[in-house]
């Protein structure tokens, strides 16, 4: 999976070489066994699914909603003897994708956040603001593309939702010269929409492409990626048996974010005081494994620079019944007043 930020950036990531970030700690971290079964949520190029059958005798369900990415996988199924299933499909989903597979709930979970290297590689798949392209940005090839979002928003639509999913201080700015370009002519091609931002957001030299935020919160809005994120949390709590593992790996503070809340409400007991007791709640689904954050190491860094701005959160399931669901509203980030002044 790309990480993000750069002088060097790509599509809100560094250049892909499809290397797995943080794939020793993703591995340790999961405490592989024997027999074990395995959910990655995220298979990409299928680093971490790779590792994990090659680290033990495990079995493997590896997901993605990018039937690009389904069909390159088809040559690690066929030599997996058996031992990988390869499914199109949502992470979102993979409580039920599990449960549809009929192998019993799961040792462990991992999901690796973000766009993949093949997606960016890919020009004609819209994430980049360094290839040309249509400016699309789905991941699955299905619903409003990123041409239709800066088509049809307002321009305080729009601020709201670049400053919201791009933490853009200049969102207000890009937003009103966006609907003043596209007032001459529709906005359809990724460079053309780098070319705008880049009138208005100044960067020097080493730092990230001015499209880089406005890019990045046009794919997460495109792809639902913060919901996604949210449901997949929730979904493997679902999954995961007593002792299971949860490995996460985010690239950039959204995402952390709402990983650090999810783990940080379920590993959290009902605490009373000397005045009041505890008050009822759900007991903790999880425990954490990793305090804080595991960041990559300076060799990795060395190896691949991209690294730098990767995050592994881990825990490990309890006894105890998942928590109840449609809570997600709060693990997601509020909605900013985008509106107010944009400085330079």
Do not use: C
Not at 13 to 22: D, Q, Y
Not at 209 to 220: D, S
């Amino acid at each position: 999976m790309a990480g993000r930020g750069g002088s060097d950036s790509d599509a809100a990531g560094g250049p892909a070489r499809h290397l797995p970030v943080l794939l020793e700690e993703v591995v340790d971290h999961l405490a592989l066994v024997d027999g074990g079964l395995y959910v990655d949520g995220t298979f990409g190029a299928g680093g971490y699914t790779r590792a994990i059958l090659d680290a033990a005798d495990t079995r493997v369900i590896a997901i993605d909603r990018d039937p690009n990415a389904i069909r390159d996988g088809q040559e690690l199924v066929a030599s997996s003897a058996g031992r990988l299933r390869l499914v199109h499909e949502r992470f979102s989903r993979l409580d039920e994708v599990v449960e549809a597979e009929g192998l019993g709930m799961a040792d462990g979970v991992v999901l690796d956040i973000g766009v993949s290297s093949m997606q960016i590689d890919e020009g004609e798949r819209g994430f980049s603001f360094r290839r040309d392209g249509p400016l699309d940005m789905r991941m699955s090839s299905e619903g409003p593309s990123a041409a239709d979002l800066v088509g049809k928003l307002s321009d305080t639509e729009l601020a709201n939702l670049i400053y919201r999913f791009g933490e853009e201080r200049q969102s207000r700015n890009i937003a009103r010269a966006i609907v003043a370009a596209r007032a001459e002519i529709p906005i359809t091609r990724t460079l053309q929409l780098a070319d705008i931002i880049a009138k208005v957001v100044w960067a020097k030299p080493h730092e990230p492409h001015p499209a880089t935020r406005t890019f990045q919160a046009l794919r997460i809005a495109v792809n639902d990626e913060l919901g996604e994120l949210a449901r997949a949390l929730e979904a493997a709590e679902r999954v995961l048996k007593p002792g299971g593992r949860l490995v996460v790996v985010t690239f950039h503070s959204l995402e952390d974010r709402i990983v650090k809340n999810f783990l940080s409400n379920r590993a959290k007991a009902s605490a009373g005081s000397r005045h009041m007791p505890a008050l009822a709640g759900p007991a903790p689904s999880f425990k954490l494994v990793a305090r804080g954050v595991v960041d990559a190491g300076e060799e990795e860094l060395r190896r691949n620079p991209r690294a730098r701005s990767a995050k592994l959160r881990a825990a490990e399931r309890s006894g105890a019944p998942a928590h109840p669901t449609g809570d997600l509203d709060r693990l997601l980030p509020p909605l900013p007043v985008a509106d107010a002044r944009s400085r330079r």
